[in-house]
């Protein structure tokens, strides 16, 4: 079983369009985080939120922590090629000391 | 830039070959992890570390060991590597922060490893 489960695995647009990505659980998290990977390279930090209900803005990107603090979600405005790569969010459930990382959604932004 | 290096960054080796994937950082971390990623693919947990001396194994079965005798090296050793191995092996380090507290993860550049 998935700790933490995104959707959708696979998303194809057009440039200029507008997209979500979800990331649920049914642990409560101290935090989420959000890491982007381009091929060939380790994921790189886009954001950590904290506070539930929190929103954070990142230019073109909008970072969502639920209220319950069990799911997140990154919108993206005005998608780019250069957005293309595998968004990944990644907590510690509860007590856990240990970094578990989401299913992950492979994201193809088509000029 | 991330001070967290991992090599070799392509490997090929035979059936029942041991091998050790190198991973040191120099930004002093406490955590240091290893994953497994199939490319495009989530990342699984295999191995972690909280400091010297301390190691414990993740969420996915690995038949692979890990040391960490220094706080900047976490070496992954296959003691007999087969072809379902081949993957690509993903180092990272945190600072520790407190207990349920993610600080950033740094990751290497990975080690692409096929056994064939």
């Known amino acids: 079983t998935q700790l933490l489960e995104q959707s959708p695995q696979f998303l194809s647009i057009q440039e200029g369009e507008n997209l979500t990505v979800y990331c649920n659980s049914s642990s409560v998290f101290s935090s989420l985080q959000w890491y982007r990977q381009e091929p060939g390279e380790g994921p790189v930090l886009l954001v950590t939120v904290v506070t539930g209900g929190e929103v954070k803005k990142l230019k073109r990107l909008t970072f969502q922590f639920g209220d319950a603090r069990k799911d997140s979600s990154l919108h993206i405005t005005a998608a780019q090629p250069g957005d293309t790569g595998l968004y990944l969010c990644a907590g510690a459930p509860g007590s856990a000391r240990q970094l578990t990382f989401g299913s992950g959604t492979q994201l193809t932004v088509l000029p | 830039e991330a001070d967290i290096y991992q090599t070799p960054r392509y490997l090929v080796i035979g059936t029942g070959k041991k091998i050790t994937l190198e991973c040191s950082q120099t930004m002093g971390h406490d955590k240091m992890y290893w994953y497994q990623q199939d490319p495009g693919m989530e990342l699984h947990l295999i191995h972690y570390s909280y400091g010297v001396n301390s190691t414990e194994k993740g969420d996915l079965s690995s038949e692979s060991t890990v040391s960490r005798i220094r706080t900047e090296h976490f070496p992954l050793t296959l003691e007999s590597a087969r072809p379902s191995h081949t993957s690509q092996y993903l180092c990272?380090?945190?600072?520790?922060?407190?207990?349920?507290?993610?600080?950033?993860?740094?990751f290497g550049q990975g080690t692409r490893l096929t056994v064939v």
């Open positions: 990272a380090s945190s600072e520790f922060a407190g207990q349920g507290i993610n600080t950033e993860a740094f």
